[in-house]
């Protein structure tokens, strides 16, 4: 102990006088001072006393520091235990460089503290305990342990990657001396997910997953005592893994429980593997039970065509989850989010006929839960009653009254209505579930009126005055493209679909250059009564002629050349109808002639065998020698000779 001490104390004596009994301080020779503690002088990292393991009682006098040395190798643990008898202390332990590595702020009297920590060499470390301050005196225990590795537990040494002990599936009982790292690997495939329960018992931990570069793939910022944390992660490559299970800090001791399991593609679920595009499982309509591990994500593939809806529901059972659809080019369409034991639903009309994906993943790389996927394709019978109908080529025809629908996913509904300039529309849309959009259409399918946010159970109304005849078309669409609902669609018009028309001719051939009557007859198709007022025209010779009350239009047809041509019918309340009248040419050349019609040659084959013969020849020489024919056109006779 100090000498500062029995001197102050001498002093004190001798001030008070009068005393009784006079006291006499220990002798003193040098810095040695007599008294019960062995280990001093031990008041620096000098003159600290070397000890070993074991259990020693020392004495702290007015304040001062105790100082301990022993030598340690990289592989042990120190693990030290102060108990002052009757004042506060405080205790420390310092490396071979004299650097504070832990300490303990304030031990009191009667209590026990421990400081353990694993050694980062080998080398001499330092114990020093103190008075909490200048007057503190007091005997106290200081219990030292050097834990070597076959001490520690079965895996000892394996506080870094290159001395990691190897990892079996199942339960590893293992012990984390002062804040010490132990790192665990094993093997596995790219197809696998690694799935670690870390049970701390009585100090706080961490716990981390490496891949085979040795790069930290998830981890647990804290797993607090009694306490089970879990890390599920799925793996990319076949390798080496590492578990990495360290203390919160340099003093944690505790023992603790690792729980290990490497789950394969056939421990997965029956869908494995489905981790990607190429690998989706097929899916059906219908309810599917899987799992998702680590945060993976699986895929699923479905057949749908252009005119059907998908409607899928999820439900995870413990954990949040991610999922997507996606078209046949693979590029996603809707996404959304599903809370553990929560159902979301994503429905989309389907753009194009060809294969669908769904990803269902993760909400996090740790999420590994149970899920049950709801999967239906709706087919337009299975729609509503109108359906398909989601552009203006198919839009039904509106009745008036109620018109009950449905929206799935976001699509649109068209119905269509015949207008005449000046007549008035109103529709009114219900929609039940979700918020929708109404709009009107002019003949020009131009957008001429609309109310766009019709609110869940409201019913709200768009009427519109036709500025022109035709038909006009109302599209109930979804506000947003998840958009399923049933809504009630109320107008005062109902869509009257136009009659058929029959139409005959009296002939069907006539010949170019001549002209024709032809009588056309229009009649309904339905009752085969005559049509009066129709109009009957050939554009391509620009005739029009209009049908009397017997259903007759007469045309005088005069064609310059042979082809067929194509007879228009219109009339109010009918779909357009036509008819074709051929025109043959005027002469009767056969179609393997030699000369092409309306030549020369033509003129010279008298006996329309489309050939030129000799005497033919001749007579076309004969009718240039005077002068009615030119050279080129016996040059033209001449060819068709010789190609005769």
Do not use: C
Not at 264 to 277: L, Y
């Amino acid at each position: 102990m100090s000498t500062k001490w029995y001197r102050a104390l001498f002093l004190t004596v001798l001030m008070l006088g009068g005393a009784s009994t006079a006291w006499v301080a220990p002798a003193v020779a040098g810095s040695n001072v007599a008294t019960d503690d062995p280990f001093e002088p031990n008041d620096s990292f000098d003159s600290a006393a070397s000890i070993e393991e074991g259990e020693y009682s020392p004495q702290i006098e007015a304040g001062s520091s105790d100082f301990f040395k022993l030598d340690l190798t990289d592989t042990d643990v120190l693990d030290v235990r102060l108990t002052p008898v009757s004042g506060d202390l405080e205790f420390r332990i310092y490396d071979s460089n004299r650097e504070e590595m832990v300490r303990d702020g304030l031990v009191y009297e009667g209590e026990t503290d421990r400081l353990t920590t694993a050694l980062p060499s080998d080398g001499t470390y330092y114990l020093e305990v103190s008075g909490d301050h200048s007057e503190t005196t007091t005997d106290y225990t200081l219990d030292v342990d050097v834990v070597a590795p076959s001490e520690n537990d079965d895996f000892a040494p394996n506080e870094e990657f290159d001395t990691a002990a190897t990892l079996s599936e199942g339960f590893t009982n293992a012990k984390i001396w002062g804040g010490e790292t132990d790192f665990y690997q094993l093997q596995a495939n790219g197809t696998d997910v690694l799935d670690v329960r870390l049970t701390p018992q009585s100090g706080d931990l961490e716990v981390r997953i490496y891949d085979s570069n040795r790069e930290e793939m998830v981890g647990d910022g804290l797993v607090y005592e009694g306490e089970t944390a879990r890390l599920t992660d799925d793996l990319s490559s076949d390798g080496t893994y590492y578990v990495e299970v360290s203390g919160n800090d340099l003093q944690t001791t505790t023992n603790y429980t690792l729980n290990t399991e490497v789950v394969t593609p056939s421990e997965n679920d029956e869908f494995e593997p489905n981790g990607e595009f190429d690998t989706a499982a097929s899916l059906s309509e219908g309810f599917t039970d899987a799992k998702v591990w680590g945060g993976e994500s699986d895929f699923y593939e479905l057949q749908a065509n252009d005119t059907d809806v998908l409607d899928v529901r999820l439900t995870p059972e413990s954990q949040d989850l991610e999922y997507y659809i996606y078209g046949p080019n693979r590029q996603q369409l809707t996404l959304g989010g599903a809370g553990d034991g929560g159902t979301a639903r994503l429905t989309t009309a389907l753009p194009s006929t060809g294969t669908y994906y769904v990803e269902v993943r993760g909400d996090y790389r740790q999420t590994t839960t149970e899920y049950r996927l709801n999967t239906e394709v709706v087919a337009p019978s299975e729609n509503d009653d109108f359906a398909p109908n989601g552009d203006f080529e198919s839009a039904a025809g509106l009745t008036q009254e109620f018109n009950d629908g449905k929206l799935w996913g976001g699509e649109s509904d068209f119905f269509k209505v015949r207008l005449d300039q000046g007549e008035g529309l109103r529709v009114a849309l219900t929609p039940q579930d979700q918020t929708s959009q109404l709009r009107v259409y002019g003949p020009d399918q131009s957008e001429v009126a609309s109310d766009s946010y019709i609110s869940a159970g409201n019913s709200q109304a768009v009427t519109y005055q036709a500025s022109a005849s035709g038909i006009h078309y109302v599209e109930v669409t979804g506000d947003h493209e998840f958009t399923t609902t049933e809504y009630r669609l109320q107008t005062n018009r109902t869509y009257e679909p136009l009659g058929s028309l029959d139409v005959s001719l009296s002939t069907d051939n006539v010949t170019a250059g001549q002209s024709s009557d032809v009588a056309v007859t229009v009649t309904d198709a339905a009752t085969g009564d005559p049509i009066e007022g129709a109009t009957v025209s050939i554009s391509d010779l620009v005739l029009s002629d209009t049908t009397n009350a017997s259903g007759v239009a007469t045309l005088s047809v005069e064609a310059p050349s042979a082809g067929d041509y194509p007879v228009s019918v219109s009339a109010d309340g009918y779909a357009d109808a036509s008819a074709t009248l051929t025109v043959e040419s005027s002469s009767r050349i056969p179609s393997d002639a030699v000369y092409s019609v309306g030549s020369a040659a033509a003129e010279f084959d008298a006996d329309l065998d489309g050939r030129i013969g000799i005497g033919e020849l001749g007579t076309a020489a004969e009718t240039y020698a005077s002068g009615d024919l030119d050279i080129t056109g016996l040059g033209d006779v001449a060819e068709a000779y010789a190609a005769s």
